[in-house]
């Protein structure tokens, strides 16, 4: 299987009067169409490994490859085109833009990367709602949509730009056991029939056992790395 | 639309309030800026065309700028020559050969140009004295450059031509005297010669000094009763553009030699009141401006604040630090923008009331009108202005937001 992401002894430091270590030579490597789950407990450090997988912080020593290319190198305008094109996060506040419809938070990363014009967006913005199960909400505000919906339209923000992963971040942390199953089971199938790869923290053993191999973190280092049901 | 404009639409349509707010204050300061401008700039101009109107644009007096040099210091340059008791010779005063210098005055272009002997005289009249200086004119020739013949109340300048011995007077004076048109006085001049002469007109141009201290007779005569014949003291010039004076007066200058004084030189030290005034008004106004844009630099820092998880989504998406500060400087030129737009239309709203404004000032007769000037220049500089100082307060709460880190916020929510 091709390897779409790899980190090499990753090290974190937060700066400061009594310097912080996040994650402390972290090493993994993921293939394209694995469901990998990284848990462990509060503080261990796996959001903040999640955040350097996905370009949103910069490693204080290592190297991470996406997609065969070196991106811990990079600078802020390249990493930002790659998170654009390559990358899809889920949060577990679903961070949805208060002010614009379910419709418009989708098209919105589309319409920065600027490929499709304003038509196509608006008819895949509308397609992957409606696969999620959200074709009649398409022109509410985020306000009036459940907690759950509000998840499933992230995930639909998240594939807008057909990315090449997609980083969750306790995305079911916030969310009822119904629309948790809900949110995992989406996520499986697009890993399982739709051949993206998804990288989840949870905290939840439902949801990692639903995934294909699970990381435990604990201290900021990669404490376990086993596949699931092996 | 782009992407960032649209983010910026949808962030001021999200706080109606907060937006028209600060639009107020920016209409509001392009509004005073164009109001106090035209009024000042409408004043000044006013000031100016009277200043101009009421005196030659250029006057010739037979004087030089500098002193004549000395035929020894010319016999040895550069030495130290000191010359005692030089007096100097004595002489008819008067503008030499006045008439050939008068004809190439005339060969310019867009000037018109007259003759003037004046000197001081003493006028009798029932036992009273009244010095008074007298302007020796040629009435055909006066009325092309100067207005005097719009201030003659009673009679007119050509009674003058009809009667050498005619003399027309300010109507204060005659009051002074107790003198009426018709009347015969005594006019005694330096040279000593005296001459009875009627009243032949009467003005009057509101300024006292003028009105109650000058005369004005035929330059023939003028030029007998001060002993200085066929000469004058006096060249006075109208143009047709009168701001091209100080170009036309350094020219006749350099070429006849006498002092050739412009109306800017003349009336230098108010031009430099004017420039002094012009600096204060709008160092005022824009002050206006400038509190109007402390606003917009509150509303869009608060946008910044309340939007720092937008923000943070924005560039966890692959949106970058520029495509975020153009967003809230898209918001900062809008708020200028529309706030200059509207200014401009609350501006001429107030322009036309100001100018719809009469007025009686005492010592004028009728009312006058408050002077606006409707230049578009002041516009366009009050629009420019807002709009800068708009997207100057927009500027920082956008560097500010361009600098948000996702992680920070992130973190703060997990």
């Not at chain 2, 032949?200 to 000058?214: K, N, R």
């Not at chain 2, 000032?361 to 202005?385: E, K, R, S």
């Amino acid at each position: 299987m091709t390897e779409v992401l790899r980190a090499e002894r990753v090290t974190r430091v937060l700066p400061g009067e009594v310097p912080v270590t996040l994650v402390r030579d972290a090493s993994l490597s993921v293939s394209r169409g694995e469901f990998v789950s990284i848990m462990g407990p509060s503080g261990s450090g796996k959001s903040s490994l999640l955040y350097l997988l996905g370009l949103l912080d910069m490693p204080t020593s290592g190297r991470i490859w996406l997609d065969g290319e070196e991106v811990s190198a990079l600078d802020d305008r390249r990493i930002a085109r790659i998170r654009l094109e390559k990358l899809g996060f889920v949060f577990q506040f679903h961070f949805l833009l208060a002010e614009f419809s379910v419709l418009d938070n989708v098209m919105l990363p589309m319409a920065k990367l600027g490929r499709l014009n304003e038509a196509e967006r608006r008819e895949r913005a509308a397609r992957l709602l409606d696969d999620l199960g959200l074709g009649d909400h398409i022109r509410k505000r985020p306000d009036q949509l459940s907690g759950g919906q509000r998840q499933r339209v992230a995930i639909a923000r998240a594939l807008a730009n057909d990315p090449l992963i997609i980083l969750a971040d306790e995305p079911t942390g916030n969310l009822d056991s119904v629309a948790s199953a809900n949110v995992r089971d989406i996520l499986s199938a697009l890993v399982h029939e739709g051949n993206k790869t998804v990288l989840a923290v949870t905290h939840d053993p439902d949801f990692a056992r639903a995934g294909d191999r699970q990381i435990h973190i604990i201290d900021g280092r990669v404490e376990t790395d086993e596949v699931n049901g092996g | 639309m782009s992407l960032t404009l649209k983010i910026a639409v949808t962030h001021l349509l999200s706080r109606r309030r907060q937006t028209l707010m600060s639009l107020l204050g920016v209409m509001l300061g392009v509004a005073f800026f164009m109001a106090v401008s035209s009024l000042m700039r409408g004043s000044e101009q006013d000031f100016i065309s009277r200043l101009i109107d009421s005196e030659p644009h250029i006057t010739i007096s037979d004087e030089f700028r500098n002193p004549p040099e000395q035929p020894a210091a010319r016999e040895y340059p550069g030495a130290a020559v000191a010359i005692s008791n030089v007096k100097p010779k004595t002489d008819v005063r008067g503008i030499r050969g006045y008439k050939q210098k008068m004809d190439w005055i005339a060969r310019l272009p867009g000037v018109r140009v007259a003759p003037v002997l004046s000197g001081q005289i003493i006028l009798t009249y029932a036992g009273k004295d009244e010095g008074v200086l007298m302007n020796g004119v040629v009435p055909e020739m006066m009325t092309g450059v100067s207005d005097i013949e719009d201030k003659i109340v009673a009679g007119s300048l050509e009674e003058l031509s009809a009667n050498p011995n005619g003399i027309i007077i300010g109507r204060a004076l005659a009051k002074k005297l107790n003198l009426k048109m018709g009347d015969n006085l005594t006019v005694s001049s330096p040279v000593g010669l005296i001459r009875t002469m009627k009243i032949v007109g009467l003005f009057e141009t509101g300024v006292s000094a003028v009105d109650e201290g000058q005369a004005y007779v035929l330059l023939k005569r003028a030029q007998t009763l001060l002993n200085r014949p066929d000469r004058a003291n006096l060249l006075v010039i109208q143009l047709d553009d009168p701001y091209a004076a100080r170009a036309v007066a350094a020219r006749i200058e350099k070429r006849i030699g006498y002092r050739s004084k412009s109306w800017q030189e003349a009336s230098e030290n108010l031009m430099s009141v004017l420039l002094v005034r012009n600096i204060i008004m709008y160092s005022v106004v824009s002050a206006i401006l400038v509190v109007a844009s402390f606003g917009i630099y509150n509303i869009i820092s608060t946008v910044v604040m309340e939007k720092r998880r937008d923000i943070a989504i924005l560039k966890s998406m692959g949106f970058t630090a520029r495509d975020i500060r153009r967003v809230f400087l898209w918001e900062g030129t809008i708020i200028g923008a529309l706030g200059s737009l509207s200014g401009v239309s609350v501006g001429l709203l107030l322009m036309a009331v100001l100018n719809s404004l009469s007025f009686e000032p005492p010592g004028f007769t009728g009312a006058i009108n408050l002077p606006i000037y409707w230049g578009l220049d002041q516009v366009l500089m009050a629009c420019a202005f807002a709009t800068a100082s708009a997207m100057g307060a927009a500027y920082f709460p956008a560097r500010k937001a361009g600098m948000v880190h996702p992680v920070d916020i992130l973190r703060g929510q997990a």
